[in-house]
């Protein structure tokens, strides 16, 4: 079955302690991206990746890390979390988004972050 | 700075009330208008790309259309399980930033 897989889905933690969320695709996509969803905000793109080892900023940079070794995997990084990281966050993959094609997004299921 | 807009922020319906939904853009040199439904504690599901203007996709009482600034999602004889929030997002023209729309959040009744 095709998927965006994200873990962990659930996570309280405590301002300043590292923390990575997984996510891995098994559709073979070269695009790969990060949002976070807040409430009257919407959907923000933090960071994505064209291939492995291409990674560019989205809207929201600040705070996070991500790395591509594989192509498969996109793990997000936030090195010392605070509260204002708190919130709602979607990994999605897609084919490619060059040309008039593509570009429709697959995404997880989400991981919900609490930073105390 | 690419804006998308989206309105109504919440529209209720009664089951049969047919309605659209509107998303406004602003980004020059579209590359690609996308419509997603997310239903509440889940990923948003793709549902319609559009890439020019005077394009049209349907998908049973969905149906999504495009002009030069604007795009509609029509929603004919709607059901209670159309309930969800639905998204609008554009590619931007010179990256590869998706730039997502707040949501319209729609609720039928039986």
């Known amino acids: 079955e095709a998927q965006v897989t994200q873990n962990p889905r659930y996570l309280i933690t405590v301002t300043g302690k590292k923390l990575t969320v997984t996510c891995s695709q098994n559709m073979n996509h070269e695009y790969m991206s990060w949002y976070r969803q807040d409430p009257g905000l919407g959907l923000r793109q933090i960071y994505y990746s064209m291939n492995v080892e291409v990674t560019d900023k989205g809207d929201v940079p600040e705070g996070y890390k991500v790395s591509r070794k594989e192509k498969r995997n996109f793990p997000l990084i936030l090195e010392s979390p605070s509260p204002n990281q708190t919130s709602l966050y979607f990994c999605a993959s897609t084919l490619g988004t060059s040309g008039n094609s593509g570009g429709e997004l697959f995404f997880g299921e989400g991981s919900r972050l609490t930073v105390l | 700075e690419d804006q998308v807009t989206q309105s109504p922020e919440a529209l209720r319906l009664q089951e049969g009330e047919s309605s659209s939904l509107n998303c406004s853009y602003t980004v020059s040199g579209l590359r690609g208008l996308f419509w997603y439904r997310q239903d509440p504690g889940k990923g948003p599901e793709f549902l319609f790309t559009l890439y020019s203007a005077g394009e049209e996709k349907e998908k049973e009482r969905l149906k999504a259309t495009l002009t030069k600034k604007e795009s509609f999602l029509h929603i004919t004889a709607p059901k209670p399980e159309d309930s969800a929030t639905y998204l609008c997002?554009?590619?931007?023209?010179?990256?590869?930033?998706?730039?997502f729309g707040p949501g319209t959040r729609l609720s039928v009744l039986p």
């Open positions: 997002a554009v590619l931007a023209p010179w990256g590869q930033n998706f730039v």
